[in-house]
Structures are given as structure tokens and as C-alpha cells.
């Protein structure tokens, strides 16, 4: 990130708070025409050009039913979206709503999004349309209810099922709770010790052998047991071990909590030393997936996201999915959400929840259509279950998905740090130093990283 954002960001809060003075001190319009309501679109999804007719209808059906509010949709490209929001703040024209963003987009803008708890209150909106876990994911601590359900994207474990038959084990669980079951008959707790056995089990040399026999030659693998699909951020495989932030709650000392340290060596030793998932240079390659490896039909098992079934099609039809393992006897699943935000400096906080409200309600059809996003609104899921099992014709236990909700990470894994980006980006390095170079003393380099982090963390004071 550019050093001038910086400098933008140090000036955010307060200009936030003086524009969020001014508007919400109306609490609405006093003209008597239309209150214009900004949308600003970039953040996230919603940029590609064949995403803006659809999104002009949902405009002009808000605005045809709504003739006290006239909505307008500002799209930015994604590349400068960034820049673009920081600037219309500081310079005092600031939209009303921004999304569809998920959480690492919106903590750019970290303490400048309105606290929707009174405007929920206010109007009665029924939040018991969502899954508990869905609206919980949105309440931060010393800023409220900042967001409300829209785009969920669950994770879970996907896998082959011709794979456990040819090697003779049970499926995963598809019920949290429910232990692995061995072919004798004795059960173990599905957790991430648990996982490793399957796995290596799972992961076969060029003479057949598995990564627990003794004879086997990692140099010269077939099929890999496990991989993490569409995740570049420590911070995200850390989690799945239990949710956390790497910031301390003083908001300014870092920290590397112990179960996403014991999470980061278990990736490594499950590349470099138990040799059941396949390091990044190979995954990249067209042999294996080309960034998306459980795609190419060589791995029996991978935790990642809904959305993931964007990229799976060359995988077969005898998938499915089972739910995420446990860590010392919790299980976090990680949760991806995307939805729309009010900027505090809104001159017009309530005509600005009556669109949200929209956006999230009666224009959520047709928007999560353009998106692909899976609806968190529980009324509306069975019909896009339908839709996915026009897709894939085995049909997959997405209950498996439907249930992780309730086991979602909160905090989020894409929470607040100072210096966001900079300190995402150092994460993602860190990350990426774990998935690429084997030799490594992993204490070594998570002290180095907290170390980074702290230098990163400083700069903000």
C-alpha cells in the first residue's frame, strides 16, 4: 500500500467522527424532496461490468418503490477503490453504504462504520431471520452491531469419496460432534491429530506406499491426503485452531496466540516433514490444480469455502463435504461474509438503514445471483441449495455448510490491526515462508514475525 494511504488513515478517524457529528445530529432529512442515499461499490465483489445492469434494477426497483429516498450506485474498480473511499472521506463527501465488502475490506476503515443496534431497535427488524452465529460474526466489541447478514461463504472439508473407498476408511463426520470412525470400529474425536492419520493414509507414492509406512518416497507422490485451498493469510489458518487477533486487547502490542502457533507448525510439518500436503510450488502447477489443487482429482481432502465451488468442476462428481475438525475440543469454522455498511458520517443515518435493509431483503435475490454468494437469510437457502444441486448432481451434504455457520470465528481472522494492509501483507509473507522453504526453525520465525508486527503495529501511534 501506497505510503500516502497512510497518511490518509491517520486522518480517517477524525474526519470520520466531525462528518458523523454533523450527519447523524439530523437523524434524517429536513428537504422535502428525496434524500439521496450513495451507494459505493468496489471494496469487494460488484465491480465487473457485466454485474452493473443487474445491480442498476435492484436501483431503480428500490427507487420506484421508495419515493421518499432517490439510491444511487457509485462503482469503483477494486484496484483503486481503496484510494477512492479514503479520499471522498477525508475531503468531507463520503457515501452512505459501501459493499458488498467483507471484513478485510472494511477494516481499512476500521472505526468509521455506524452501529446498527439502535436503528435495529428503532424500526423492530427481525434478526431471527438469520442464524444466530451469522449476526453475532458482526458485533466488535467497542463498536457494536456493524453490520447485518447478507453473503455467507462457510467452511467445511471437502472430499473425494472414491479416495477413502479405494483406501478402505470411513468418510469424515458430516455432524459436529460426531467422532471419526476407524474400519475396526474404534472412534476418535475428529480433530486435527485425527485429520493428519487420515491424511497421511490418504497420501500415496508412485509404488503405492502411504505417508505412515516406512518405505515411502515423498519425492515421488501421487496423491496428496490434504491441502488448504484459498487461503494466503496466517491469520486464517491460525484460526481454525481458535479465533484470536494477533493484536493484544491494549490495541497496540502484539501478540501470536498459542493455538495459531501450534496451527502454523502443523502446516509445516504436514508439507515438510509428514509429507501429506503438497508445498506451493507444486500446487501451482497446471499438474495439480494451478493455484487450485483439490480441483485436480489428486487430493482426497482440503478446508476451504462455499465460494470454492466456483473453481471444483474438473474434480468429478464423487465429492462431498464433512464438517471442520476440532482443536483441544472446540471447533472454529472459519466463516467468510460479505455485506453492506453505513459510514458513521452519514448525513442520513435512517433512510440509510431502510436501504440496507432493502439490499439485504427484497434486493437480495437478484444480488446474490449477480454475486454468487450464498444467502445468509435462512428462508432463501433452500432454493440456492436447489440451484447448487443443479450444478453438482451427487448432491452434497451442504447441511454440513448450513450448520459450521453456528461455529463461525469471532473475532473474524480479517479483524482490525493497525496498519491494516501493511500488517496483512507481512502475515501473508509469513505464510507464504511456511508454504515455500522447508528447513526452517519455525520459533525462530514466528518470534521474527511478531517481531515485524510490532515494528508495523508502532508506526499507527
Given at each position: 500500500m501506497?505510503k500516502s494511504?497512510?497518511?490518509?488513515?491517520a486522518?480517517l478517524?477524525v474526519?470520520?467522527?466531525?462528518l458523523?457529528a454533523?450527519?447523524?445530529?439530523?437523524?434524517?432529512?429536513?428537504?422535502?424532496?428525496?434524500v439521496?442515499?450513495?451507494?459505493?461499490?468496489?471494496?469487494?465483489?460488484g465491480?465487473d461490468?457485466?454485474q452493473?445492469?443487474?445491480?442498476?434494477k435492484?436501483v431503480d426497483a428500490?427507487n420506484?418503490?421508495?419515493?421518499n429516498?432517490?439510491?444511487?450506485?457509485?462503482?469503483?474498480?477494486y484496484?483503486?477503490?481503496?484510494?477512492?473511499?479514503?479520499t471522498?472521506i477525508?475531503s468531507?463527501?463520503?457515501?452512505?453504504?459501501?459493499?458488498?465488502?467483507?471484513?478485510?475490506g472494511?477494516?481499512g476503515?476500521?472505526?468509521?462504520?455506524m452501529?446498527?443496534e439502535?436503528?435495529?431497535?428503532?424500526?423492530?427488524?427481525d434478526?431471527?431471520?438469520?442464524?444466530?452465529?451469522?449476526?453475532?460474526?458482526?458485533?466488535?466489541?467497542?463498536e457494536g452491531?456493524?453490520?447485518?447478514?447478507f453473503?455467507?461463504?462457510?467452511s467445511m472439508v471437502?472430499?473425494q469419496?472414491?479416495?477413502f473407498?479405494?483406501a478402505?476408511?470411513?468418510y469424515p463426520?458430516?455432524k459436529?460432534g460426531?467422532?471419526y470412525k476407524?474400519?475396526?470400529?474404534?472412534?476418535?474425536e475428529?480433530?486435527?491429530d485425527?485429520?493428519?492419520?487420515v491424511?497421511?493414509?490418504?497420501?500415496?507414492d508412485?509404488?503405492?506406499l502411504?505417508?505412515d509406512?516406512e518405505?515411502?518416497?515423498?519425492t515421488?507422490i501421487?496423491?496428496y491426503g490434504?491441502?488448504?485451498e484459498g487461503?494466503?493469510?496466517a491469520?486464517?489458518?491460525?484460526s481454525?485452531w481458535?479465533?484470536?487477533?494477533?493484536?493484544?486487547?491494549d490495541?497496540?502490542?502484539a501478540?501470536i496466540?498459542?493455538?495459531?502457533?501450534a496451527?502454523?507448525?502443523?502446516t509445516?510439518?504436514s508439507i515438510w516433514?509428514?509429507?501429506?500436503?503438497?508445498?506451493?510450488?507444486l500446487?501451482q502447477?497446471?499438474?495439480?490444480?494451478?493455484?487450485t489443487p483439490?480441483?485436480?482429482?489428486?487430493?482426497?481432502?482440503?478446508?476451504t469455502?462455499?465460494?470454492?465451488?466456483c473453481c471444483?468442476?474438473?474434480a468429478?462428481?464423487?465429492?462431498?463435504?464433512?464438517?471442520?475438525?476440532s482443536?483441544?475440543g472446540?471447533?472454529?469454522?472459519?466463516l467468510n461474509?460479505d455485506?453492506?455498511?453505513?459510514l458513521?458520517s452519514?448525513k442520513?443515518?435512517?433512510?440509510?438503514?431502510?436501504?440496507l435493509?432493502y439490499?439485504i431483503?427484497?434486493?437480495?435475490?437478484?444480488?446474490l445471483?449477480?454475486?454468487g454468494?450464498?444467502?445468509?437469510?435462512?428462508?432463501?437457502?433452500a432454493?440456492?441449495i436447489?440451484q447448487?444441486?443443479?450444478?453438482f448432481?451427487?448432491?452434497?451434504?451442504w447441511q454440513?455448510?448450513?450448520?459450521g455457520v453456528q461455529?463461525?470465528?469471532?473475532?473474524?481472522?480479517?479483524?482490525?490491526m493497525?496498519?491494516?494492509n501493511?500488517a496483512?501483507n507481512?502475515?501473508r509473507?509469513?505464510y507464504?515462508?511456511?508454504?515455500?522453504?522447508?528447513?526452517?526453525?519455525m520459533?525462530?520465525?514466528?518470534?521474527k514475525?511478531?517481531t515485524?508486527l510490532q515494528?508495523?503495529?508502532?508506526?499507527a501511534k
Amino acid at each position: 500500500m501506497k505510503k500516502s494511504l497512510y497518511i490518509l488513515a491517520a486522518v480517517l478517524i477524525v474526519t470520520s467522527m466531525i462528518l458523523s457529528a454533523c450527519g447523524n445530529a439530523s437523524g434524517g432529512s429536513t428537504s422535502s424532496g428525496p434524500v439521496e442515499i450513495r451507494w459505493y461499490i468496489g471494496l469487494g465483489t460488484g465491480g465487473d461490468a457485466e454485474q452493473q445492469e443487474p445491480q442498476q434494477k435492484v436501483v431503480d426497483a428500490f427507487n420506484a418503490s421508495h419515493p421518499n429516498i432517490k439510491l444511487t450506485m457509485e462503482v469503483v474498480p477494486y484496484a483503486s477503490a481503496y484510494e477512492t473511499l479514503a479520499t471522498e472521506i477525508t475531503s468531507g463527501n463520503p457515501p452512505d453504504i459501501v459493499g458488498p465488502v467483507g471484513v478485510s475490506g472494511s477494516e481499512g476503515f476500521h472505526g468509521m462504520w455506524m452501529d446498527l443496534e439502535p436503528y435495529v431497535t428503532k424500526t423492530n427488524y427481525d434478526l431471527s431471520v438469520f442464524d444466530k452465529g451469522a449476526v453475532d460474526f458482526y458485533k466488535v466489541g467497542g463498536e457494536g452491531l456493524i453490520g447485518l447478514p447478507f453473503a455467507i461463504y462457510p467452511s467445511m472439508v471437502f472430499y473425494q469419496k472414491g479416495m477413502f473407498d479405494e483406501a478402505g476408511l470411513n468418510y469424515p463426520p458430516h455432524k459436529y460432534g460426531e467422532k471419526y470412525k476407524w474400519p475396526d470400529g474404534t472412534e476418535e474425536e475428529w480433530n486435527y491429530d485425527t485429520l493428519q492419520k487420515v491424511a497421511m493414509k490418504l497420501t500415496v507414492d508412485e509404488n503405492g506406499l502411504t505417508a505412515d509406512q516406512e518405505s515411502f518416497d515423498p519425492t515421488k507422490i501421487m496423491q496428496y491426503g490434504f491441502v488448504w485451498e484459498g487461503h494466503d493469510d496466517a491469520r486464517a489458518v491460525g484460526s481454525y485452531w481458535g479465533a484470536n487477533k494477533l493484536i493484544a486487547s491494549d490495541g497496540k502490542t502484539a501478540q501470536i496466540p498459542a493455538e495459531w502457533e501450534a496451527a502454523w507448525k502443523w502446516t509445516y510439518d504436514s508439507i515438510w516433514k509428514y509429507h501429506f500436503q503438497p508445498d506451493y510450488a507444486l500446487y501451482q502447477t497446471e499438474a495439480w490444480g494451478a493455484s487450485t489443487p483439490f480441483n485436480s482429482g489428486k487430493i482426497a481432502m482440503d478446508i476451504t469455502f462455499l465460494w470454492d465451488t466456483c473453481c471444483i468442476g474438473d474434480a468429478g462428481n464423487e465429492w462431498d463435504v464433512a464438517v471442520v475438525p476440532s482443536y483441544n475440543g472446540k471447533t472454529t469454522a472459519n466463516l467468510n461474509a460479505d455485506t453492506f455498511r453505513i459510514l458513521k458520517s452519514s448525513k442520513h443515518p435512517d433512510e440509510a438503514f431502510e436501504v440496507l435493509t432493502y439490499l439485504i431483503g427484497d434486493g437480495s435475490k437478484d444480488l446474490l445471483l449477480t454475486y454468487g454468494a450464498f444467502p445468509s437469510r435462512k428462508s432463501d437457502q433452500a432454493a440456492f441449495i436447489d440451484q447448487l444441486n443443479e450444478q453438482f448432481t451427487q448432491k452434497p451434504d451442504w447441511q454440513v455448510a448450513l450448520d459450521g455457520v453456528q461455529y463461525a470465528d469471532n473475532p473474524s481472522f480479517e479483524a482490525y490491526m493497525p496498519n491494516y494492509n501493511e500488517a496483512l501483507n507481512r502475515s501473508r509473507v509469513f505464510y507464504n515462508l511456511i508454504l515455500t522453504t522447508d528447513g526452517l526453525n519455525m520459533d525462530d520465525e514466528i518470534a521474527k514475525f511478531k517481531t515485524d508486527l510490532q515494528g508495523i503495529f508502532d508506526k499507527a501511534k
